[in-house]
């Protein structure tokens, strides 16, 4: 609780004292085969934000360079292939059980499982060009041939891959639930791209496998439609996740009692392509540690480090304890950056909490519309728990889940270190916290009085429910160097506007104008605008834009979802056909019932 208690010591215009540094947060419960030589294979950065900002798109994909120095993309499906050595079926043992049926799988990492392929013919509803070129080395004519619809619908798969899905567990609502497991997920294989990037691909929805408990292993369109767009969204805002490839819709029936109220209804199967360069969580050690199977454990811990922490001595006698301070550095970095941008992901279980720090299975996310810290956007969340303010203790829970799972991997002294650690996670969020909403506003450098500006702008963005995501957008666009007059809101700032009936915002502009005095004196508002603009957002995926798309889907027009995934691409740009469509205006009314919750 000690970030909730920070927030609001925020928010409530308070200084934090020494005494609430550091508490205990317990209360929350408990290669393409045949590269050239010069195609080496480097390590992914999720959290390297360069990659983000470049808008630019690399030429091409594949290794194989034309004449005039051109990398070529690959023109074929069937000339596609994963890469020769695949990391996860031959490192670890695999379950001997080959029959595809629920059961307890013990001493594995992974089950070889098949997808279950539809019964009905399949659309394609959408594709991710810049995945299939960047990622992929695919030319974009691939997607109109029957191999390439077959196999991101989990019809067909490549002859020589071995389809895996993973064993794990998780704390799942401070409870720990045992074997989880991937219940309608399956890893096609690795495959290693012209940038030497190494890439995990994944159908979720695509039928039972040992961990589907008593699920059906399908996933229905309007849960992936939402995977589907935000996981592309996210990566476009600049935020550690996975990506989406592909989204097919079938005619199979699949029953969904979508709020638990005793109301199911036959919906239509769905499937995502989705790609991760590691689909581990924290759940994937729990469930060694708990299981007594330290021995892989260990095996599965070293074989995380070398390959996704490069930085960390292998030979090192504490390179858990590194590794346990890198996954924390991270989480902080990926926790921030959705505060920042007012995402809530919903159902934040050590199974759903990625050992990447990427944002992974997207479930009953919500982005802030007017500002409400206690906003819960799974209807499934009787509590409250993973409301969007708690998020970062959370986020603490599950890395103290992390430092438990490490536990007998470490000596006494060891163990001893990592709670020293993980001590420090606090402060380092606060800073990053500050940093990120200093940027906000297009602030430079530190100065004393940050906090209390941004805590008073919260507090009133609060008791006026201003919209998050505009406030932000539309202070950026004030003129406020040029005049010492208070600047003229009109109706087209509709977010300061409502912002603007809070009796203490006239007061904060005349600080906030000071404030940005000290940034030098060549601070302008043209120059605040061009950096306010680079990360506060003009459009962010609303339940109500998701909501439509999935409407129109069902009734399988899919031009809304395709206009989307273009619209989400460039979030920060002005797109007159984005706030034609309202994209950027108050929500509609009713959009204020729209409801999303666990089942899926």
């Known amino acids: 609780m000690m970030l909730i208690i920070w927030t609001l010591c925020l928010t409530l215009l308070i200084t934090c004292t020494a005494s609430n540094e550091g508490g205990d947060l317990h209360d929350l419960g408990d290669e393409q085969p045949n590269h050239d030589e010069n195609c080496n294979e480097q390590k992914i ?16 994909g594949s290794c194989s360079a034309d004449a005039d120095g051109t990398i070529s993309l690959v023109a074929s ?31 594995a990492v992974f089950s070889v499982v098949h997808p279950i392929p539809f019964e009905t013919p399949v659309k394609l509803v959408a594709v991710s060009q810049e995945v299939l070129t960047d990622i992929l080395d695919l030319d974009p004519n691939v997607t109109s041939g029957d191999f390439f619809l077959a196999f991101v619908s989990g019809n067909t798969f490549l002859q020589d891959s071995t389809p895996l899905a993973h064993h794990y567990g998780g704390h799942q ?28 691909l994944q159908l979720k929805g695509s039928g039972k496998t040992p961990y589907s408990r008593h699920g059906d292993g399908r996933a229905v369109l309007r849960s992936s439609v939402r995977e589907f767009l935000v996981s592309e969204a996210m990566y476009h805002l600049g935020i550690p996740t996975t990506r989406a490839l592909s989204l097919v819709v079938s005619n199979d029936p699949v029953w969904r009692d979508q709020f638990y109220d005793g109301h199911p209804k036959q919906e239509r199967g769905a499937v995502v392509l989705r790609l991760a360069p590691s689909w581990f969580r924290i759940g ?54 959705w505060m920042a941008i007012g995402f809530a992901h919903g159902v934040m279980n050590t199974d759903n909490f990625s050992i990447l720090s990427l944002t992974i299975d997207y479930g009953p996310f919500g ?6 810290p206690s906003f819960v956007p799974n209807t499934s969340d009787d509590e409250g728990r993973y409301s969007y303010e708690k998020q970062p203790d959370i986020a603490y829970y599950n890395l103290d889940k992390l430092r ?46 940050d906090e209390y500006m941004v805590a008073v702008l919260l507090q009133m963005m609060q008791e006026t429910e201003a919209d998050f995501t505009m406030t932000f957008r539309q202070l950026g666009d004030l003129p406020l160097m040029g005049s010492a007059d208070p600047p003229i809101i009109d109706d087209s700032l509709w977010a300061l506007k409502q912002l603007n009936t809070h009796r203490m915002f006239p007061h904060w502009l005349k600080l906030y104008r000071q404030r940005l005095q000290k940034n030098g004196d060549d601070e302008t508002d043209e120059g605040r605008q061009q950096r306010t603009k680079g990360v506060n ?27 989307l995934l273009q619209i989400l691409s460039r979030p920060f740009d002005d797109q007159p ?14 959009a204020k019932d729209v409801r999303v919750s666990c089942s899926s």
């Open 45 to 60: 950065d999720p959290h390297d934000k360069t990659k983000y900002t470049d808008q630019k798109h690399r030429t091409g």
């Open 77 to 107: 499906f069937e000339d596609w292939k994963f890469a020769e050595k695949q990391l996860l079926a031959e490192s670890f043992p695999l379950d001997p059980e080959r029959n595809n049926f629920v059961r307890q799988v013990p001493n």
């Open 173 to 200: 609502f401070g409870s720990w639930s045992g074997q989880l497991g991937d219940g309608r997920a399956v890893t096609l294989g690795e495959y290693v791209n012209s940038e030497g990037e190494r890439w995990e």
């Open 284 to 337: 994937s050690l729990e469930i060694l540690a708990t299981n007594g199977e330290i021995d892989l454990l260990r095996k599965l811990t070293d074989f995380i480090i070398k390959n996704y922490f490069p930085d960390i001595d292998m030979d090192d006698k504490d390179r858990y304890l590194a590794f346990l301070t890198e996954v924390i550095t991270q989480t902080v970095d990926m926790i921030v950056s």
């Open 367 to 372: 982005f802030l519309d007017g500002y409400k």
């Open 404 to 449: 438990e799972a490490l536990g007998p991997l470490l000596d006494e002294e060891q163990q001893k270190q990592a709670k020293t650690i993980l001590s420090g996670y606090t402060e380092k969020y606060k800073v990053e916290f500050m940093d990120a909403f200093r940027d906000k506003l297009g602030l430079y450098i530190e100065e004393p009085e």
């Open 537 to 563: 957002p003009k459009y962010i995926l609303r339940n109500w834009m998701a909501q439509q798309a999935i409407e129109k889907a069902e009734k399988d027009d899919f031009s809304q979802v395709q206009s």
């Open 577 to 590: 056909d984005a706030d034609e469509a309202g994209y950027a205006s108050e929500i509609p009314e009713w």
